[in-house]
């Protein structure tokens, strides 16, 4: 058994409480399954062979008191099974999705959104349906073939050995076949990971589907996806239905000799009608359980697939890790430094997106990075809260390398804004309060204030408690933004990473924007990654990246006198801007 195997064992171990009533209440299912069998020899030989009338009265009180106890112990099977199948489903989600947020963004990288979710859902309720139904079955299945075993060696030994002789055979497919199950259900799942991948991209991306008429291009690929995953699970549906077929055949020739042999016995006076009948239902009540075990080695086999699968995540080592005795960084404003800085993604093989970075930014200094898209402009600044860690150099804060200092503490000291304003489904006090969720309602206000949303706040419906939809859909793209700034100066971190805040935004909005950025930039060490370089004058002082990097710095009236890559840039950037202006789109 694999050491991940064990760690579900271990997950059920610590529910052993309801796992030993449900034990309890498969014992008594299986009681009262081999105490009916029993009782169909005084059925038919005391009541309608030897016509005793006190039996007659007594039996149907038996069976009531016999079906009741049954119940009893079914519900509490059911009941206890389900809530220690469900507790280590909650478990596992909790796990999963606990590591998948402690894991860095290569991860995320390398792994589609889909993919993920199909983890946590699909992969999971297999395990859920191992651990409840296929564990409550083995035991409840376990139990009656234990206690019919006994019955039926109980009514006629010699016979009993013929038949449980076929049973040997019958277990044949169910291990056969299992690891065929296995095999096709992590591919069927992979495939549905693929397919919610699919979903989660081309429905975050409708409206680019219909602007460039690709529905029957979607549609065609959706179905080429949907009939793979058609075909494995076809495959897994072929090979759990062989299993039981198979054994049907087995049970079919024993319960066939158990006939011959049994009414021959009665013929010759050697067992009574009742004995025989009892034998034989206790037989027939002893071949369904053995068949139902193939269903049940099915479900495991789909479970510990789906197991290896979520414990390949759970698994996954974080090439971000906290030091072993963090340094503090003392509050206030800081100074930050690239010291022979490379950096690259992937494994030794692939090219350096960033090399030989030396550079010193001073505590408060405003410095704009610009650059051809793809120089290494956003791996530059990604450094700097160690969502990467430098492939050699070294990355400091007031002279202490970073990676010497945790996690947690290191990201406390810096506040992001993206070129995407990234907002969650939820009020809009709670998403400027999302990095500061202790916040006094009266700071929240007074961030809007400086990031000049209040005004627009203060016309919702709700005001500050007014849901903004899935990623803010029902603001603006310069009303996003801001709330984005809001939440940054609530954060009030000594830091600030500017990535292109202001590139996606109309000129009106990149006016107001701009003016809230400004109140965001004071007295904070601020990186500005700027699309358009009209924007950067106040810089005091702008590097230009090119390949990887830097090739100049300077202030912008400097840099424009050199003629050199910034001045460039700024040309070609304006003789857009005047190419646009005389020949408007709208």
Not at 265 to 278: I, K, M, Q
Not at 323 to 335: E, F, M, N, T, V
């Amino acid at each position: 058994m694999k050491e991940r195997h064990r760690r579900i064992l271990t997950l059920v171990r610590e529910n052993r409480f309801r796992l030993y009533l449900s034990i309890v209440s498969s014992i008594l299912v299986a009681a009262t399954t081999g105490a009916t069998a029993l009782l169909i020899k005084n059925v038919i030989d005391d009541i309608f062979i030897a016509k005793d009338a006190a039996m007659l009265w007594k039996l149907p009180f038996v069976v009531i008191s016999l079906f009741l106890i049954r119940g009893a112990g079914l519900y509490g099977q059911e009941y206890f099974m389900s809530y220690v199948g469900l507790n280590i489903i909650k478990s596992l989600r909790d796990s999963l999705y606990n590591r998948i947020q402690d894991l860095p963004l290569s991860f995320f990288h390398r792994m589609k959104t889909g993919v993920l979710m199909s983890r946590i859902t699909n992969d999971v309720a297999l395990i859920r349906s191992m651990v409840s139904d296929a564990v409550k079955a083995a035991f409840r299945d376990f139990f009656t073939i234990v206690g019919l075993t006994i019955v039926i060696f109980y009514r006629d030994w010699k016979l009993a050995l013929m038949a449980i002789i076929i049973l040997p055979a019958a277990f044949f497919p169910v291990f056969e076949f299992g690891r065929r199950v296995r095999r096709f259900t992590t591919r069927s799942q992979e495939a549905m990971a693929e397919l919610f991948s699919f979903l989660h991209e081309t429905f975050a991306g409708s409206k680019i589907v219909k602007a460039f008429g690709m529905e029957s291009h979607e549609k065609n690929r959706f179905s080429q996806k949907n009939r793979g995953l058609f075909d494995y699970e076809i495959k897994a549906v072929i090979a759990k239905a062989l299993s039981p077929a198979i054994m049907e055949l087995l049970a079919g020739v024993g319960v066939a000799f158990i006939i011959w042999y049994g009414g021959k016995s009665v013929f010759e006076g050697t067992s009574t009608l009742g004995t025989f009948s009892s034998f034989i239902g206790a037989v027939l009540m002893l071949y369904d359980p053995v068949k139902k075990i193939s269903r049940v080695n099915n479900a495991i086999q789909e479970g510990l697939a789906a197991a290896d699968r979520i414990f390949d995540i759970l698994e996954t080592e974080s090439d971000i890790r906290d030091p072993d005795r963090p340094l503090k960084i003392a509050p206030g404003s800081h100074s930050v430094a690239f010291k022979d800085v490379f950096f690259k993604y992937g494994g030794d093989d692939d090219a350096p997106i960033l090399k030989n970075i030396n550079l010193e930014v001073a505590a408060g200094e405003i410095l704009a990075i610009v650059g051809m898209s793809g120089g290494g402009k956003t791996s530059l600044v990604n450094l700097i809260p160690r969502f990467f860690d430098v492939s050699s150099g070294a990355v400091l804060i007031d002279g202490i390398d970073i990676r010497n200092v945790s996690i947690a503490a290191l990201r406390s000291q810096i506040a992001v804004v993206t070129q995407e304003p990234i907002l969650f489904n939820d009020t809009v006090l709670n998403n400027i309060a999302y990095g500061n969720p202790k916040a006094a309602a009266d700071a929240v206000e007074n961030a809007a204030r400086a990031a000049y949303a209040y005004d627009f706040i203060q016309n919702f419906p709700h005001k500050f408690d007014t849901a903004i939809g899935e990623l803010g859909g029902r603001l603006s793209g310069g009303e996003k933004q801001r709330i984005c700034i809001a939440r940054a100066l609530l954060k009030d971190a000594p830091i600030l990473i500017l990535d292109e805040a202001t590139s996606s935004l109309d000129a009106e909005s990149e006016k107001l924007v701009q003016k809230a950025l400004e109140n965001l930039m004071k007295g904070r060490t601020t990186f500005v990654i700027a699309h358009r370089l009209s924007t950067i004058a106040y810089a005091h002082r702008i590097i230009v990246i090119s390949d990887g990097r830097i090739v100049e710095e300077g202030r912008h009236d400097e840099l424009m006198i050199r003629r050199g890559e910034y001045y460039k840039l700024y040309q070609m950037q304006f003789a857009n801007e005047i190419q646009a202006e005389l020949h408007p789109t709208g």
